[in-house]
């Protein structure tokens, strides 16, 4: 069985900072495709972070909105990938989820269909 278990949200104010935390089980990480997806109420889901192993090294990715204010890392020996976000801004609101995809290999990094398992979410809030 495999699971996706998010935890670090939490309730902070603008310009302050939060690391997610998606341990992974029954499902090995290293060497595979990660993301961080967002969810806020009333919108559409949209890709936050990517982290790509799939060719032994890792190599990061980014949606416009947060580059340069999250970073995403794994730690393959504690089988978890991470979300580093600093300078939160009132738009990061929403429920973040760990996504894995298995055999994802699309030059679509945030197509969602190639992200089989899913976490439950960690909220995250940030106020102004």
């Known amino acids: 069985v495999v699971q996706l278990v998010e935890s670090g949200g939490g309730s902070v104010q603008v310009g302050g900072s939060l690391m997610l935390s998606c341990a992974a089980s029954?499902?090995?990480?290293?060497?595979?495709?990660m993301a961080w997806f967002r969810q806020a109420p009333g919108k559409e889901r949209e890709g936050v972070a990517v982290i790509s192993t799939s060719g032994g090294w890792p190599r990061t990715y980014y949606a416009d909105s947060v580059m340069g204010r999250f970073t995403v890392s794994q730690d393959d020996a504690k089988n978890t990938v991470y979300l580093q976000m600093i300078n939160l801004k009132p738009e990061d609101s929403a429920m973040y989820y760990c996504a894995a995809a298995p055999y994802g290999t699309s030059g679509t990094l945030f197509y969602a269909a190639d992200y089989i398992y899913w976490g439950q979410g960690t909220q995250v809030t940030i106020s102004s």
């Open positions: 029954g499902y090995t990480i290293s060497r595979k495709r």
